[in-house]
Structure formats: C-alpha cells, structure tokens
C-alpha cells in the first residue's frame, strides 16, 4: 500500500442528530459543498455514515511541498468547521500519514489502510474537538499554529482570526477600525457564537459529564493562545462588544446565512 497524507473527521453526536432526518440532510449538504473537492484530483475525498476522509493522492514520499499540503488540509477541516458553527455541530479530525488505498471496483468502492484503523481508534480517546496533527508533521504547519495535545498530537488553532485579536487583558476593548480595516468582522462573529457554544456546553450541568468533559478540553486548548480574549469574554457575559467596542448585530444575523 501507499503511504498518503491523510485526513479523518469524525462528526461528533451523529446517533443523536439522524433523528432528525432534516439535519442530517442539511449537514450532508454542506459536506457535499466543501472546497476540497476543488481540489481534486490531487485530494480525494470518502463520505460514510458520519465520517470524512481526505487524502492525497500523491505519495507521501513524492509530495514535493508537504507545506502546501499540510495548508490545504488544514484549510479542509476549517471549512467544514465554520460551516457547522450555526448549527452547534462539531467534530473530531485527525491529520496524519500512513497507508490508504481507495479503489473503484466494478460494483463498490474499496477503501482500506493502517492510516483508517489508526486514526480511527486514536480519535476516540481525545478528550477534546477540532483538528489535530500528527507530531511528525507538524514542523510542516508554517501557516496554521499549533499547541502540544499529548505525546502524538498537537492541536490546530483553526480559527486563524481569533488568533489575530488575542491580546493582553488590558488591551481589550481594542478599536473596531482594527477590524473594519481587515474587513473580517463576520469571521470573528462566527468566532464569538462558537466560543460562546462550547462555554455554554462546558458549563451545562445537564450534560453527561463526558460530554461535557469533551467541551471543557476544548476551551482549554483555547486558552493556550487566547487566555486574555477568554477571560474578558467570560467576564463580560460572552459580549463580544467587551473584545471590541462595535456593533455586532448585523455580523452575528449573518451567522449561517448565504451573506455570513
């Protein structure tokens, strides 16, 4: 077999989410509009039941800019990642390298490999959602930064934009023209709903603990790079006007329409 890199996502609470045949329609939907498949044929990508696979086609060993292509994957995982933000949906990915084969026979697909077995048994011990990186690749991430999860794996700070707004407590609020000038205040809107949904699930005694559980490593590896942005934001009742003194009530309407 191949050794490819090689992208599994889990999404996560799917038993639940099939009673509501709607949904699950709207969340196959938006699967079937992600940018990867722009990208083909150089990524290839698996559907089944609530799993995600991306790969690339390439070998491994031949990739000739392995920069570009930890980019491009990473960038996958984000656009399935804000596009779930309005409907309070998330996932487990896990981006890695390993042996995966996927073949078109006369009548099914074939899709087998260490790469599957490994990623599948490993994401399901992760206290933890969002998009982690084999630790062997990620002296390739130069665009996304990363944060140590365990021995294996570093977790993916995704949200680029909240990392351009995390700043010292005293900073905060900063000027909108900060904002304004870059014109992405409708990303930092869908910033805001997701922290404020994981912090409303971490702290929801109703919730299984494990549930819960999941939540609460999140914003943990959260804090790793944006602590003050979370502390003011909690502080302040989850009002992004205390992050930035600007009127957020057209961004956050925007949130999971066509115009967000």
Known sequence: MTERLFLYIDILGFSELIEDVGKVEQIYSIIDGLNVFQHAPYFKCIVFSDTIVVYSTTAW????????????????????????????????????????EHKNLTNINAFYGQALVKTYNYEQNIVCMGLFIDKRLDGYSDIFKTTSYDKNYNFVHIMQTLGDISFDESDYPFSPDIILDEGVENFHAYDF????????????????????????????????????????????????????????????????????
């Open 193 to 260: 709903v997701y922290l404020r949904n994981i912090y409303r699930h971490m702290t929801d005694t109703n919730l299984d603990p494990h549930i819960r559980a999941k939540y609460l490593g999140t914003w943990q590896m959260l804090r790793t790079r944006s602590a003050d942005l979370l502390n003011v934001f909690v502080r302040n009742n989850l009002d992004p006007r205390s992050i930035s003194n600007f009127d957020w009530t057209e961004p956050l309407r925007r949130v999971g329409t066509p115009d967000g």
């Open 61 to 100: 060993a031949d990739c000739t800019n392995r920069n570009a292509d930890i980019m491009w994957m990473c960038e996958f995982a984000q656009d399935l990642f804000y596009r779930l933000i309005w409907n309070d949906i998330h996932f487990r990915a896990m981006l890695t390298t390993g042996d995966f």
